[in-house]
């Protein structure tokens, strides 16, 4: 079992930059998969971007080119760094990981673009 924790949301501007950050409870090595989903206003969850332990990131694509995911196996957490954001990209943020067929969730982070 893993438990993770989001941090890093808040209010910005538009074209603006935020970074969120995933603190998991226990090594992250093992972990297959870790991503993050959105969930905006009236809206249904959507999935954002994922990276495998491998290495290998798959970006949804209303933020490829924008979005960059990361992850630090030496510190358990995993980032996703947000540029050029846009109206749109409110929403509350959850980090996932997914291990043998078992998906954690953290509760969420809200990011709010506006002027």
């Known amino acids: 079992q893993v438990q993770v924790v989001e941090s890093g949301g808040g209010l910005v501007q538009p074209g603006g930059s935020l970074k969120l950050s995933c603190a998991a409870s226990?090594?992250?090595?093992?972990?297959?998969?870790m991503g993050w989903h959105r969930q905006a206003p009236g809206k249904e969850r959507e999935w954002v971007a994922t990276l495998t332990s491998n290495g290998g990131t798959n970006y949804a694509d209303f933020v490829k080119g924008r979005f960059t995911i990361s992850r630090d196996n030496a510190k358990n957490t995993m980032a996703l760094q947000m540029n050029s954001l846009k109206y749109e990209d409110t929403a509350i943020y959850y980090c996932y990981a997914r291990e043998k067929a078992v998906t954690y969730w953290g509760q969420g982070t809200q990011v709010t673009v506006s002027s």
């Open positions: 226990r090594s992250i090595f093992s972990i297959s998969v």
